[in-house]
């Protein structure tokens, strides 16, 4: 290609990929219907959930995201010798497939599912069904944590990298690139805490009792040790989703070499 991005050439590629794109738009939609009817179900067979104040509707945007971050690998196709060809040859550069793919995961199917489960929402409200009723209030309406977001944000960014970097069978090869991550990260944390903690008494009672947040161990840090935390927390997941989105770019431009 002539240049990295020419917006006449991108518009050209969605109206290439809009049959595609439109596919994954309705199988994202009927997801979210069977999720959403799955914990009707839940509730109904359960029983009493009117009267103890728990509901599924709660946890809904839970199931939602989680959808979401395995996206990529569930609704695209796997490239086979069929369908290689054709796609490597498109008249588009590397930077317009990838954000072709960016868009569609991080912007057009979350913004469906915001719609649609609001949409839900206000149908449930006017059914006049108290369980209806009892079930679309709850919908979203569930707390999220900074933390929890975090994590979803590294969960989909290995997701959308293996949707790239796999041929096939993407949703295990990312399941376990994941697994690997969880255990990565655990090797730095507990190798960062015998360097932190290295003269704290009993330091390996120390470390076990950390993982589940026994409050007798949360004494004050000093101020390295809070900037080494507060950048884990926030600085390093940033850092690594940007770097994903990097790395998934210059990985799908080596393919079209």
Not at 144 to 171: N, P, R, Y
Not at 189 to 203: A, E, F, M, R
Not at 231 to 251: D, E, K, M, R
Request: proline share 3%; with cysteine; net charge positive.
């Amino acid at each position: 290609m002539n240049a990295t991005f020419n917006l006449k050439r991108f518009l050209l590629l969605e109206r290439y990929e809009k049959q595609e794109t439109g596919r994954h738009l309705l199988q994202t939609a009927g997801i979210i219907l069977g999720i959403c009817l799955l914990c009707m179900m839940y509730d109904i067979n359960r029983g009493g959930s009117l009267q103890d104040h728990q509901t599924q509707g709660a946890f809904i945007w839970k199931y939602v995201m989680w959808f979401l971050c395995a996206a990529p690998c569930v609704l695209e196709k796997n490239i086979t010798k069929d369908n290689s060809t054709t796609y490597l040859l498109l008249p588009a550069s590397a930077f317009e497939k990838f954000l072709h793919l960016w868009i569609k995961y991080y912007f057009m199917l979350p913004v469906l599912s915001i719609l649609l489960l609001s949409v839900l929402k206000g149908i449930f409200a006017l059914t006049g069904i108290e369980f209806l009723q009892y079930f679309g209030n709850a919908i979203m309406l569930h707390e999220v944590h900074e933390d929890q977001i975090l994590f979803l944000c590294l969960l989909q960014g290995i997701f959308f990298a293996s949707c790239i970097g796999f041929k096939q069978k993407k949703l295990l090869k990312a399941f376990a690139a994941f697994c690997l991550s969880i255990l990565l990260c655990f090797g730095i944390v507990g190798l960062l805490s015998l360097v932190i903690y290295h003269n704290t008494v009993d330091s390996q009672q120390y470390w076990m009792n950390s993982i589940i947040s026994f409050p007798t161990y949360n004494f004050p840090v000093s101020p390295a040790t809070e900037a080494i935390v507060n950048f884990c927390n926030y600085a390093a997941p940033a850092t690594f989703i940007v770097g994903i989105w990097i790395s998934s770019y210059f990985l799908l431009k080596e393919k079209q070499l």
